[in-house]
């Protein structure tokens, strides 16, 4: 059965950091997108970050760049986000989706699967 588990949210404090990670089972990372989103309360559902399937491309939202990274480790099938210099403008609940596709451009076809998200909290 394919799932996806994600871990690692918490409370912080501005200018802190977190690290989540989300434990991918069933599903062959190689031929997989794997992407993080997040939802804050009444706003829209967007996308943070993505890794391609092959693992050599990223792509992040203009919001978090060059404070998220993304990284993946193949051994434990684990994609995580490292979240530097967090801002209370971050909290949401953090989600890990996967679509079926090389390429971080196959979410724009929709998501094969997701997990139950990860909440952050980033306090003033």
């Known amino acids: 059965q394919s799932q996806l588990v994600e871990s690692g949210g918490g409370l912080v404090q501005s200018g802190g950091s977190l690290r989540l990670a989300c434990v991918v089972s069933g599903l062959p990372l190689e031929f997989y997108a794997i992407g993080w989103f997040r939802q804050a309360p009444g706003k829209e559902r967007e996308k943070v970050s993505c890794l391609s399937s092959s693992g050599d491309s990223t792509t992040y939202d203009d919001s978090v760049k060059g404070r998220f990274t993304i990284s993946r480790d193949d051994a434990k099938n684990t994609v995580y986000l490292q979240m530097n210099n967090l801002k209370p403008a971050d909290t949401a609940v953090y989600s890990c989706?996967?679509?079926?596709?090389?390429?971080?451009?196959?979410?724009?076809?929709?998501?094969?699967?997701w997990g139950k998200g990860t909440l952050v909290t980033v306090s003033s």
């Open positions: 989706e996967a679509a079926a596709n090389y390429y971080c451009s196959g979410f724009n076809y929709g998501v094969d699967y």
